[in-house]
């Protein structure tokens, strides 16, 4: 008996004609500890996005087009039927479920409370179950590392500071907070509770009356636990968290029913008056202080050595590589320096490249050799900050396609590096600059351009971000102000043939102020040359030319007394003048 029969057998005994499983933990976490990977447990389907919907008699598995050449490959031997997400004629999850009517169970911990209200607006009938402990038994354990708290000289404010202008933004409200990026920022904490997102599972309740900090106390250290007693925090059990949000009566609470959960939706609406309202901390996170920011430009030096010293490294001795083993080896470099990876790795050669989030496998990685394209998409967490850069590197041979491609790709990430825009834009008003060039070839890529990132945080944070199309886990209408970090990532990916992909991260900074209102533009502070055997400069107008060269000259300045002789010398010809 598989797992989805004995899900439909639990199903048959509580009455509930369709089951929702997800990758989620209880804090609605992009990346999630092994723990909670229940979606892949389940389906086989690894991919960090994903929906999986068990009926009694059929399983259907949602994701986006990241994820589209990788779903097929890891349900070609289920019954799983793959759901493609905006592509026409494929219904939502939401539609699905209304349209096949029933009774809907899913776990209200691992559920935001806005989808699941949603569902019931449509009348869908919800039953809050949890059927996946009885199957899930063998779960990986939790980690069981300390806690660790973050310096000002890298936070660039303290904790008190920070939870007094959370309150002076709502003074007479309870503020609950679930997201770990908001909790783990507005305390000053970090931990190593998610691979890849350096967090502490903690929930934050707080008002002008109280401060309830909920996490596991033996996790803390014996002086942050004093510290935080002595600001007028009440440290609670992590489990506690739920009754004790349920003894709150009579008050207004304000709550992001996207990033709270059903559950915890569940405790408090009945007898108090509840504000759907997005949590403060997202815009204080978002807009890095002037501290922040020059410890970005560090780490990102840091980060640069790392990628020119593999680069480097890979096309001398590509021949020795495939495709799992150059990504290792760049993992190598970076965690000289870096506490962790900001993502796993992500190594495509050739048509593998075209899948977005490839992930490489040692058994079947494909070797590299002196033709085709290897996409290195990669970052790390430093107490310096969190990196994310994307390079697309050739080796011996070049086809006149491929550097058309490469070239317009480059172009597009040009485009949207060089913007001037006045305050109040928005990414979505921006996307189009980095497509357009994409667009003239008749080609469209299947994601964002953009996304936040966190300091020692999530390597993809909101509100903010770079896309036409809106995302569930972003609000693109959020402006951009001075002071935020985005992505600008555009890419080419043609299925079974080639990916390309450019990234690097901007600062959003006020140029001038005139009779029109703030001028904005954004700073480059991602160092590593782009690859110059794939340019065709004849692609290239004058404005960009100039542009890839000033952008090259900064790079061998910020880098060249960080490496060695030989290392220097091949940085010196990458970056010189085209």
């Not at 992001?256 to 504000?275: A, M, R, T």
Request: proline residues 2%; aromatic residues 10%.
């Amino acid at each position: 008996m598989t797992n989805i029969d004995k899900i439909r057998l639990m199903m048959k005994d509580n009455g509930v004609d369709m089951y929702l499983i997800l990758d989620a933990d209880y804090h609605k976490s992009e990346y999630v500890s092994d723990y909670f990977k229940a979606r892949s447990f389940i389906s086989g389907f690894t991919g960090s996005n994903g929906s999986l919907l068990v009926t009694l008699d059929s399983c259907y598995l949602w994701t986006d087009g990241r994820y589209f050449i990788q779903a097929e490959q890891e349900l070609a031997n289920s019954d799983i039927k793959l759901m493609r997400i905006g592509v026409k004629g494929v219904l939502s999850l939401l539609d699905f479920i209304a349209a096949n009517k029933g009774v809907l169970g899913l776990d209200g911990r691992c559920m935001d409370a806005a989808f699941v209200n949603s569902l019931k607006r449509k009348k869908i009938e919800v039953k809050d179950l949890n059927l996946i402990d009885e199957i899930f038994t063998d779960r990986p354990s939790h980690c069981n590392e300390m806690a660790f708290e973050l310096d000002i000289h890298f936070s660039g404010e303290s904790r008190e500071s920070k939870i007094e202008r959370l309150i002076a933004n709502s003074p007479n409200s309870i503020q609950i907070i679930e997201h770990l990026d908001a909790v783990n920022y507005l305390m000053n904490i970090r931990a190593h509770d998610i691979n890849h997102f350096p967090v502490l599972f903690s929930y934050l309740v707080v008002s002008k009356d109280f401060r309830w900090y909920f996490a596991d106390e033996k996790k803390l250290p014996h002086d942050l636990k004093g510290k935080l007693l002595a600001e007028g925090f009440e440290i609670r059990p992590y489990e506690n968290y739920y009754q004790d949000i349920a003894s709150i009566r009579d008050q207004t609470i304000v709550m992001d029913f996207n990033k709270i959960s059903f559950k915890s939706y569940q405790e408090v609406y009945l007898h108090n008056v509840l504000f759907n309202k997005a949590s403060y901390a997202d815009m204080m996170k978002a807009c890095k202080n002037e501290q922040e920011i020059k410890n970005l430009r560090a780490a990102h030096i840091v980060d640069g050595v790392a990628m020119v010293k593999f680069i480097y490294k890979l096309k001398k001795e590509y021949a020795n590589y495939d495709e799992y083993t150059a990504g290792r080896m760049l993992d190598e470099i970076r965690l000289e320096s870096a506490l962790e990876l900001s993502f796993n790795t992500i190594a495509g050669y050739k048509e593998n490249a075209a899948m977005m989030h490839y992930s490489a496998k040692k058994e079947s990685a494909k070797k590299l050799d002196k033709d085709g394209m290897l996409l290195v998409d990669s970052g790390g967490h430093y107490l310096l900050g969190t990196t994310d850069i994307t390079r697309t590197i050739s080796f011996d041979k070049v086809s006149k396609r491929e550097r058309k491609l490469y070239t317009t790709v480059l172009k597009a990430n040009l485009n949207l590096a060089s913007a001037k825009f006045l305050k109040g834009i928005s990414g979505v008003n921006l996307d189009i600059l980095a497509r357009n060039p994409i667009w003239q070839l008749g080609i469209d890529y299947r994601s964002g351009t953009g996304h936040g990132v966190g300091y020692l945080l999530s390597v993809h944070e909101g509100p903010h971000g770079i896309r036409y199309q809106k995302s569930n886990l972003r609000n693109e209408d959020t402006k951009l102000v001075e002071g935020m970090v985005v992505t600008d990532e555009p890419g080419i990916y043609l299925e079974n043939e080639l990916g390309i992909r450019l990234e690097n991260e901007l600062v959003v900074y006020k140029e001038f102020e005139n009779e029109y209102g703030e001028f904005m533009n954004f700073d480059v502070i991602t160092y590593c040359p782009f690859d110059r055997a794939l340019i065709n400069k004849k692609l290239l107008t004058k404005a960009e030319l100039k542009q890839v060269n000033d952008y090259h000259k900064m790079v061998y300045k910020k880098l060249k007394n960080h490496l060695d002789e030989d290392e220097r010398k091949w940085l010196k010809q990458e970056c010189a003048k085209l």
